[in-house]
Nanobody, 116 residues
Framework: QVQLVESGGGLVQPGGSLRLSCATSGFAFSIYNMRWYRQGPWKERELVASISNNGGATQYADSVKGRFTISRDNAKSTVYLQMNNLKPEDTAVYYC?????????WGQGTQVIVSS
């Protein structure tokens, strides 16, 4: 069955870094565009970053540009989110998302807390 499993979240101090991973299985990863979303406390879910199926195109929310980097390894069916210079407002549950036309899959999320 389809699985998207996020990992790498945790507690980090402001200015610190984390690398999130989303390991997938059960679908043709290499044809899917991949996205990271997040949902902070009392906030709506927002799109953080996206990457095309071959990794050739990436997009970022203005709030994370220059700090976050999305990447993927199609051989490992895994997508990553490198997060640098983290801020308290980055605190959220981060979700991995796979999209191919009308097909869409979600992971269960991983918690990131940025606090001193």
């Amino acid at each position: 069955q389809v699985q998207l499993v996020e990992s790498g979240g945790g507690l980090v101090q402001p200015g610190g870094s984390l690398r999130l991973s989303c390991a997938t299985s059960g679908f043709a990863f290499s044809i899917y565009n991949m996205r990271w979303y997040r949902q902070g406390p009392w906030k709506e879910r927002e799109l953080v970053a996206s990457i095309s199926n071959n990794g050739g195109a990436t997009q970022y929310a203005d709030s994370v540009k220059g700090r976050f980097t999305i990447s993927r390894d199609n051989a490992k069916s895994t997508v990553y989110l490198q997060m640098n210079n983290l801020k308290p407002e980055d605190t959220a549950v981060y979700y991995c998302n796979a999209v191919y036309f009308r097909l869409e899959y979600w992971g269960q999320g991983t918690q990131v807390i940025v606090s001193s």
